[in-house]
């Protein structure tokens, strides 16, 4: 028996292929559409950071796994200031925003710290730590995300 938890990417891929089901026949309203291309850009960026955590190099060498943090550096980037933002609708969410961002930044810097000065132990070790520092940012990243455009997902049993 298989218990484990759907992933979130897993779990909007299920959001997408229902969403299809649901206006197989009929067009979606706008707010409807605003929903969907949400999902999908989450989707896309997702599946990005995934292809990312596999092609990260096993290597020691700061000249092989360098050009691929910068890579991710660069995409988290453009992530931070992508798309321009509707105006927050009241100060209660302006202010989620606002703090969502600040913490989104709080991660990015902590792991630029980190980075810095950074020579892995072993050529395992870099795989690892760029693995576990995506699985920080996108937490943060998503959260952010739910403030301009909240997609909620149900927790499942698998």
């Known amino acids: 028996m298989n218990n484990k938890k759907p992933t979130i ?17 009929t067009m979606p309203a706008p707010v409807q559409l605003w929903y969907y291309q949400e999902l999908l850009y989450r989707i896309e960026i997702l599946e ?36 321009n933002l509707p105006e927050a609708p009241d100060g209660e969410i302006k202010k989620q925003r606002e703090t969502a961002l600040a913490c ?14 950074y020579g892995p132990k ?6 690892k730590d760029i693995g576990n520092t995506i699985g920080t940012f996108l937490p943060a990243w ?6 301009i455009k909240e997609i909620k997902l149900t927790e499942e049993k698998a």
């Open 9 to 25: 990417l897993e779990q909007y891929w299920k959001l997408r292929f229902d969403f299809q089901e649901m206006y197989k026949e």
């Open 142 to 147: 998503l959260q952010y995300r739910n403030t």
């Open 104 to 117: 989104l930044n709080s991660v990015v810097n902590d792991y630029r710290k980190r980075y810095g000065s």
């Open 122 to 127: 072993s050529p395992e070790q870099y795989q």
């Open 48 to 83: 990005v950071f995934k292809q990312f955590k596999d092609a990260a190099p096993l290597s020691s060498e700061p000249n092989i796994f360098k050009t691929h943090y910068q890579v991710v550096d660069m995409y988290v980037e453009n992530l931070k200031k992508d798309r």
